[in-house]
């Protein structure tokens, strides 16, 4: 009798042909070391087998003994010791968007589709049965068409394909937790309606897969083909699963997870619709899926390009805590479509920001940078007080569960800025940011569209700097006529002197050699009037934003002098003096 090997050892040795320009290596990246699932394995998706008892570790340290406090309660309302009683009344299907009425007034423990996955981690962390049967019935309740206390999500009849993906993703995790807790008979029949999986057009598990739905420009995109590979990657060679079908399915898979990298998000994490919408394509199941994929399917499609790990860093980057602010407050300004989920941390739209974001951190410098921003911006203390600590204010199990296997407990943090860059740029969508440090509410963050970025809705291209402080100093500087052109080259720091396309020149200074935190200078037809200064015939405008006095700019010969910097003019560039900050 001749054996088939698994899908997922032999997508080990194929490669997606999607390599940016001038790559020089293979993306997705093999897994090094990375040895394939055996046929009825589990589980897989976040952790293996091997890695429970370091998990069952990390969950009786105080920040784990909190969180999984925090899943209990998301289960039942109470300790998560009995199935579930509340659900959505809004059974079959739905002819209208929206959460509907019951999501509203739903209480903590309301059924929701990682419930089965919730209680598949209380079985893992205990060994104890009973859990495993919560699971069974989780499905049971799904299968008979109750919904998500979102009623847009159910496992059946979904409010379409956008909804549909996460749906099923996230149930898929259930089986992977749930799936040695239960007998033959019942891990078969929860596979087969994984494989099976087809609530209409748009939404067979083939055509979620493939993104058929829709486009990667499209927030709906990275939520279908996000939930697939979940569902995927979950039976993968299990018993009572045509393989060789899933297995051509996870080849598909693999390109539509670069398509979204790639079409919909750029190499700087900016997403064709803006940030809210963004937020939906990345964090609501693709980026998990991300996770998932190198610890079930030994492909790293995070690592080898920016593009993932910025889709979860730009958060950090662009956000300026300040106190009395609620976060959606930090952000600005806010591009795109649907504002309401930035930062709308107890949602499923704008949730997990730390706990995925952990789960696609290229290595332990980018954990220790998101570890700090969480720290020093209140929200651990905020999380702490509500009783819902590491990033699970939602209702939704899976948070909780993302936070116990992705956060870096024990970890020492470190600042931000001396890991993640002070400037970067999307090349697809002509976006640019910089940030001269993060340290408290006078950081400035200044930002630019520099055309429009455009997938069903878009972000309007912008013609100014955007600079914003979260002291709330905020507005617009400059006139950027054409974009950038030539050589993108920033100090350390993240000072950087650019040309635009009408040939002015912008300077950002970061390096404080002016006695500002941070100082600004343009020439040419963009440069702002008011308050210009002449040097050898050539107008240099300059603004300091951020806390404190102004330093004075003075001119000496052919270049202006202010503080320690000198601003000079070659007849094409603005030249600084001391360029990036000296040790």
Known sequence: MRCRPHPLAVLCALTVAALAPGAEQPWPADVPEYKAPAAGEHPRLLFRKGDLAALKQRARTPEGQAVVKRLRAQLDGKDGETMTAEFNPEKGPVKSDGAGAYEGKAPLGAFTFSHAAGYGMLYQLTGEQKYAEFGRLCFEKALEGYRDRDRRYAFKAPFGALRAGPSLGWMALGYDLCHDGWDQATREKIAQVIANYNEGQWMSLDELAAGKRQHPGSNHWGMQVGGAALALLAIAGDPGVDGAKVGKLLEVSQKSMVRNLTEG???????????????????????????????????DFIAPRPNA???????????????????????????????????????????????????????????????????????????????????????????????????????????????????????????????????????????????????????????????????????????????????????????????????????????????????????????????????????????????????????????????????????????????????
Do not use: C
């Open 265 to 299: 998000f750029g190499d700087g994490g900016f997403f064709a619709e803006g940030d809210g919408t963004g937020s939906m394509s990345s964090h609501i199941v693709f980026l998990p899926a991300l996770q998932a994929w190198r610890v079930a399917g030994g492909k």
């Open 309 to 583: 790990q910025w889709a979860s860093l730009k958060w950090f980057f662009l956000s300026v805590p300040r106190p009395g602010a609620a976060p959606p407050q930090w952000f600005w300004p806010q591009r795109g479509g649907y504002p309401h989920n930035i930062w709308g941390r107890d949602d499923i739209s704008g949730g997990g920001y730390f706990s995925e974001g952990f789960g696609v951190a290229a290595g332990d410098g980018q954990k220790a940078a998101i570890l700090w921003f969480y720290n020093h911006s209140g929200l651990r203390e905020l999380d702490e007080k509500n009783g819902t600590p590491l990033d699970t204010p939602s209702h939704y199990p899976h948070h909780s569960i993302l936070s116990l296997v992705n956060w870096p407990i024990g970890m020492t943090e470190k600042n931000p800025g001396g890991i993640i860059p002070h400037a970067y740029r999307d090349t697809k969508w002509g976006f640019y940011a910089w940030r001269n440090r993060w340290q408290d509410a006078d950081d400035v963050v200044i930002s630019i569209l520099t055309r429009a970025a455009k997938g069903n809705m878009g972000a309007k291209g912008e013609g100014s700097l955007s600079i914003w402080t979260g002291s709330g100093k905020g507005g617009a500087w400059g006139s950027i006529r054409g974009g950038f052109t030539g050589e993108w080259a920033p100090a350390g720091d993240g000072s950087t002197v650019l040309t635009t396309g009408d040939g002015s020149s912008l300077a950002i200074d970061f390096s404080r050699a002016s006695g500002a935190d941070v100082m600004l200078v343009m020439a040419g037809p963009g440069a702002p009037a008011a308050g210009a200064i002449d040097v050898g015939g050539t107008k240099l405008s300059f603004l300091f934003p951020g806390k404190g006095e102004s330093p004075k700019p003075a001119v000496q010969g052919e270049q202006v002098v202010v503080g320690e910097q000198t601003v000079s003019f070659d007849g094409k560039r603005i030249v600084l003096g001391r360029m990036g900050a000296g040790k």
